[in-house]
């Protein structure tokens, strides 16, 4: 089942998803549910603070962290509050070299193109 912001059952699936333990394989999706409903319900305050939460530190799975930055991006008060938020840039890690040059290399191009009068 799909939940929407204003569904009936949406108050009752945000309590039921915090009684989720931190190490259940759950707990990250039904935590982005759970922050997707909360904005979607103008709750910004409440879903700033369990970001804040997620987002304070320690090591999280991987794609989770962009995913969870994402939503914090859409609750920034301010551009340092967006600067803070910004996206993890991990993937890159995984790029092999080959790839990573033809990257830089269309990069460069397009740094170049703009440079010309």
Same mark, same amino acid.
């Given at each position: 089942m799909h939940l929407f @912001?204003?569904?009936e059952d949406v108050a009752a699936a945000i309590a039921a998803s915090r009684t989720i333990e931190a190490g259940? @394989?759950?707990y990250y999706t039904l935590a982005w549910h759970r922050l997707r #409903? #909360?904005?979607g319900e103008n709750k910004q305050e409440d879903a700033r603070a369990e970001l804040d939460q997620i987002l304070d530190g320690? @090591? #999280?799975p991987e794609g989770v962290e962009n995913l969870?930055?994402?939503h914090r991006m859409k609750l920034a008060r301010d551009l340092d509050d967006?600067?803070?938020a910004k996206l993890a840039r991990k993937r890159a890690a995984k790029?092999? @070299?080959e790839r990573r040059q033809e990257i830089a290399r269309r990069a460069a191009l397009a740094r170049w193109r703009r440079k010309k009068p």
């Open positions: @912001p204003g569904d259940s @394989p759950a #409903l #909360l904005i320690r @090591p #999280l969870m930055r994402y967006a600067a803070a790029l092999s @070299p």
